[in-house]
C-alpha cells in the first residue's frame, strides 16, 4: 500500500500527467474552435497540436533536470527518452499516419470491386515538428512554473 501512496504522491508523475493533460485539452479546444463541435474522443487521442507526448516526455526530463541537476544521470536517462518519444512522434507515426491515409484511399477505391474494410485505418497517429515543438515548449514551461511553486 505504501508503494501506490507514493506514486500518487510523486510530483514529477503528477506535473508530467499534468502537462499530458492540457496538452490533450488543447487539442479539443482547437478542434472546438475549427469545426464548432465539442468531440470529448479527442482527450484520448494521438496526433493534433500540440503534441501530447512530447509536452509528458519534456515536463518529465525538465523536471529531473531541475530537482536532480541537469549532469545527472536520472536526466541523461529522461533526456534520451524525450529524443527518441520526439522521434518518433515527428518521423515513424506520422509516416504510418500517412501510409494509413493511402490504405483508405486504396479500399475506397476497392470498394467499386467488391472490397470492404471493416473500418478506415486511423490516419491521425503522428506529428509535424511544429506540433512536437509546441507540445515539448508546454511541458518545458509547465515543468518549470510547477517546479517553482
Do not use: L, S, T
Given at each position: 500500500m505504501v508503494y501506490l501512496q507514493q506514486f500518487f504522491s510523486n510530483k514529477i508523475i503528477g506535473i508530467s500527467a499534468l502537462a499530458w493533460l492540457i496538452a490533450q485539452i488543447i487539442k479539443i479546444i482547437i478542434d472546438l474552435i475549427r469545426t464548432k463541435s465539442l468531440d470529448w474522443k479527442l482527450i484520448t487521442s494521438s496526433g493534433g497540436m500540440p503534441s501530447s507526448h512530447s509536452s509528458f516526455v519534456t515536463s518529465l526530463a525538465t523536471s529531473i533536470g531541475l530537482t536532480q541537476g541537469f549532469d545527472s544521470s536520472q536526466f541523461a536517462i529522461t533526456f534520451v527518452l524525450c529524443m527518441v518519444v520526439m522521434y518518433d512522434a515527428a518521423g515513424v507515426?506520422?509516416?504510418?499516419?500517412?501510409?494509413a491515409a493511402v490504405i483508405n484511399d486504396i479500399a475506397d477505391i476497392l470498394e467499386n470491386y467488391g472490397f470492404r474494410m471493416d473500418e478506415n485505418l486511423k490516419e491521425l497517429l503522428g506529428h509535424t515538428p511544429v506540433e512536437v515543438a509546441a507540445g515539448a515548449a508546454l511541458g518545458i514551461v509547465l515543468s518549470v512554473a510547477m517546479n517553482l511553486l
Open positions: 507515426r506520422r509516416a504510418a499516419g500517412k501510409q
